[in-house]
């Protein structure tokens, strides 16, 4: 029976983070109510306290989730080589294309929530060590490649990271907004990294 209960507790708490999030989408984070959240899947505001203690908790614990869901898809390990982080960034690419809920996560973090100076502090006393995990790990790669002769001794991996974090960024962004583009999102992803890690490639 305790096995079911705590079954129960953590399917009522799912239910929460996904109304909390449809409801975030719509109407905004300030505008969202509690009781809202809880109509919307014929709880009451009482149970949505009871696993969560305000908007800010609840923010967290869908970042928290969207992302660790994510990453669970991904290719485990570090890459070693060039093609490994290609086929790696291209498979991150393809994950998101065929997720939309992930992307209207994504809309929704961008676009529609609003961050005051209070929420935004809460929450990445929470999850930024949680966000920014993959820049750190690319950072990493790309050292990795260059101590193994891969990418030019003369590199800035800082740099470098940063501009392929930048270039990688951009191409969601029109994604999330529905931009259109004559290529998929996987496609532009794997040509963009191809331009921008020729330009420091060792040639063998």
């Known amino acids: 029976m305790a096995r079911k209960t705590k079954e129960d507790a953590e399917q009522t708490r799912q ?3 996904d109304s909390a999030l449809q409801t975030f989408y ?8 509690f009781d809202e959240i809880a ?11 009871w696993h969560f203690r305000n908007k800010t908790d609840l923010i967290s614990a869908i970042i ?18 060039i093609e490994e982080l290609r086929q ?7 994950i998101i294309e065929n ?31 949680l966000c920014e995990l993959p820049d ?6 790309l050292q990795h490649l260059k101590d193994n002769g891969e990418i030019k001794e003369n590199t800035n991996i800082p740099e470098l990271s940063e501009v392929l974090t930048s270039f990688w960024k951009g191409l969601i962004d029109k994604y999330i907004l529905g931009v259109k583009q004559e290529q998929n999102l996987s ?10 890690i020729n330009g420091v490639r060792v040639e063998k």
Not at 26 to 33: A, H, I, L
Not at 100 to 126: G, I, N, P, Q
Not at 187 to 196: A, K, L, N
Request: charged share 25%.
């Open 64 to 81: 928290v989730q969207k992302i660790t869901s994510q990453r669970k898809l991904y290719p485990q390990g570090m890459p070693s080589n």
């Open 136 to 141: 750190k790990r690319l950072n990493e790669v």
């Open 99 to 129: 997720d939309f809920d992930f992307k209207r996560f994504l809309f929704f973090m961008v676009y529609r929530m609003e961050w005051s100076s209070a929420v935004f502090d809460k929450v990445w006393s929470e999850v930024g060590e």
């Open 39 to 49: 109509h919307r899947i014929n709880l009451t505001k009482g149970a949505v306290y």
């Open 15 to 17: 239910a929460i983070l």
């Open 187 to 196: 496609y532009m992803v794997s040509r963009g990294f191809d331009m921008i």
């Open 88 to 94: 790696a960034v291209v498979c991150r690419a393809n």
């Open 26 to 33: 719509e109407k905004g984070f300030s505008r969202t109510t």
